[in-house]
């Protein structure tokens, strides 16, 4: 629920104060996984990334955020879950392919 509400309130202002706009998402399946790979470029990314699709996106995010309580809350709500950049990290990869699975 929390994340369909973030998502409205982010797509309108990226909407009305950008002008933005999304070019090809309909060629993406709607209800099979998919893997979407950005450049990671402003801390916006994710927000317009998440804001781009009508469907559910959930994140691969560097685990120091989860380190800030407010913000690992958030984060988690909004479908990030954490990733170890210094190693091979096993469980996120694991809870990645399991969300692709799902859908």
Known sequence: MFYWFAWCVCRAILLLVRRWRVEGAEN???E???VI???HISYWDPVVVGCAFKRRVFFLAKEELFRIPLLATLVTKLGAFPVRRESIDRRALRLAME???AG
């Open 28 to 30: 993406l399946p709607r």
């Open 99 to 101: 969300k692709l699975s």
């Open 37 to 39: 790979v950005a450049n």
């Open 32 to 34: 099979e996984g998919v």
